[in-house]
């Protein structure tokens, strides 16, 4: 699954690498790494799009880094790709970040730092770490995902109170902290020089294709798990609805269903 949603997600990383080649002093970077990497659909995209760059890819998880190897290979980029082991909730691994990030002069940080007790303080051992001059990138939540037209969402205010509860429930899966934090602030605090934000917006007009309609209900399904008892009766119909491969209200086959959604990239420079 995380392999899957990296790839629906690709035209984020595609707005970053746009960015990154804008904002790394000569244009491209020559040590990149990925901190929080999962499965490496973004390292390897990175790998492939600065060809004269080696990419380390970080995760917690050395499954989840064997799976990033394994594309890598398929790429063709394993001579310059490689993986390291750090836990970046572990307060106790800031020595080996530090050895994960010396001399990055791009470092690419998705949707992990919500997750991590005190990214304050990653931020801060990364800054010394990186080559003078490097550029961190970001990604983290921007507008939350919608699969219909507005006009077409029953009952009223669905999404919105959708929206809601899974805010509360991402917020009890972490601890309460970060999943809107003001990361330029965060950034400064570090000692970085701000660059600015981006809304990296992801559209997708009707008709869906078969990938991004398995996509739209794939993020209802998690909806689904997350919300029993937080939606009334009438919301939950309604979703189930959508999720119904047998009915005409369905994702699945309605002509109307579409992605809009974003995320929000923040730079800055060592």
């Known amino acids: 699954m995380l392999e899957f949603e990296g790839e629906m997600l690709s035209p984020h990383i595609d707005d970053a690498i746009r960015w990154a080649r804008e904002l790394c002093l000569g244009g491209a970077p020559s040590r990149v790494v990925d901190l929080g990497s999962g499965p490496g659909v973004a390292s390897v995209r990175l790998a492939t799009e600065f060809a004269d760059a ?150 997708v007009d009707a008709p869906l294709d078969a990938a991004h309609r398995e996509w739209a209900q794939a993020h209802l399904r998690r909806v689904r798990s997350m919300s029993p008892d937080r939606l009334d009766a009438a919301d939950l119909a309604a979703i189930d609805d959508l999720l119904d491969l047998s009915s005409p209200l369905g994702l699945a086959t309605r002509s109307d269903a579409l992605i809009r959604t974003s995320r929000l990239l923040t730079a800055g420079r060592a």
Request: glycine residues 8%; aromatic residues 4%; negative net charge.
């Open 54 to 203: 080696t990419v380390l890819a970080v995760d917690g998880s050395d499954g989840l880094l064997q799976r990033a190897r394994q594309r890598a290979a398929q790429a063709g980029v394993a001579d310059r790709f490689s993986t390291a082991v750090v836990d970046l909730s572990d307060p106790a691994a800031d020595s080996a970040l530090t050895t994960a990030v010396d001399g990055a002069d791009l470092v690419w940080v998705s949707m992990v730092l919500h997750h991590v007790p005190d990214p304050a303080h990653v931020l801060s051992v990364l800054r010394p770490a990186m080559a003078s001059g490097g550029v961190v990138i970001i990604a983290e939540f921007g507008s939350p995902l919608r699969v219909l037209p507005t006009e077409a969402v029953t009952p009223d205010g669905l999404f919105e109170r959708i929206d809601v509860e899974t805010a509360r429930s991402l917020a009890e899966h972490v601890g309460g902290r970060n999943t809107h934090a003001d990361w330029s602030a965060l950034l400064i605090d570090a000692g970085f020089e701000n660059l600015g934000t981006q809304d990296s917006a992801f559209d």
